[in-house]
């Protein structure tokens, strides 16, 4: 039997902040040594805040509002933004990214808070390791998406400074 703590699938969300980079570190203390161990970063970005102006081909589509794209223009629209956030973490990961038990995944959904617990959950996670920020006096020390983590999770939780 190991002294050390270690979990098989961890899920990371991350941001590219201090904390996100903290929990990071932190994951990768706690991420078992075997082949089969995972640690996934998962970047969520609110879909109403997609913000892309250009198709994954590169084809700009400036001046059309978001409700009169089909559904293939709006997917590539989404789909080109996930792509570049996904390469800038893993720029922002540095030599993590080498890693083969870590991979990175980036997804929009309308609540980052339920999008990281349903991940977590269908992707088998054995913990969530995030950061938190102290923002929201209603929320106390932890950050509104931490605290909705903590709230939609059905495994443990970690929140790191």
Same mark, same amino acid.
């Given at each position: 039997m190991s002294?050390?703590?270690?979990?098989?699938? $961890?899920? #990371?969300p991350?941001? /590219?902040?201090?904390?996100?980079?903290h929990?990071?570190?932190?994951? %990768?203390? &706690?991420i078992?040594?075997?082949?089969?161990?995972?640690?996934? @970063? &998962?970047h *969520? $970005? +609110?879909? /109403?805040?997609? /913000?892309?102006?250009?198709? #994954?081909d590169?084809?700009?589509?400036?001046? #059309?509002?978001?409700?009169?794209?089909d559904?293939?223009?709006?997917?590539d =629209? *989404?789909?080109?933004?996930?792509? %570049? $956030?996904?390469?800038?973490?893993e720029?922002? *990961?540095?030599?993590?990214?080498?890693? +083969?038990? $870590?991979?990175?995944?980036?997804?929009?959904?309308?609540? +980052?808070?339920?999008?990281?617990?349903?991940?977590?959950?269908? !992707?088998?996670?054995?913990?969530i *390791?995030?950061?938190?920020?102290?923002l929201?006096?209603?929320?106390?020390? @932890?950050?509104? =998406?931490?605290y909705?983590? &903590? !709230?939609?999770?059905?495994?443990?939780?970690?929140?790191?400074?």
């Amino acid at each position: 039997m190991s002294d050390k703590l270690e979990f098989k699938t $961890i899920v #990371v969300p991350y941001d /590219g902040s201090d904390q996100a980079k903290h929990a990071l570190e932190v994951a %990768r203390g &706690l991420i078992g040594g075997s082949e089969e161990s995972r640690l996934m @970063l &998962l970047h *969520v $970005i +609110p879909s /109403g805040m997609v /913000g892309a102006t250009e198709n #994954v081909d590169g084809t700009v589509i400036d001046g #059309v509002p978001w409700g009169l794209l089909d559904y293939e223009t709006y997917k590539d =629209v *989404v789909d080109g933004a996930l792509a %570049r $956030i996904k390469s800038e973490v893993e720029e922002s *990961v540095g030599d993590a990214a080498s890693d +083969p038990r $870590i991979s990175i995944e980036a997804i929009a959904d309308t609540s +980052p808070a339920e999008a990281i617990a349903k991940y977590a959950a269908t !992707h088998g996670a054995d913990l969530i *390791v995030m950061g938190r920020r102290g923002l929201g006096a209603l929320r106390g020390m @932890l950050g509104s =998406v931490s605290y909705g983590v &903590l !709230h939609s999770a059905e495994m443990p939780v970690l929140t790191v400074k």
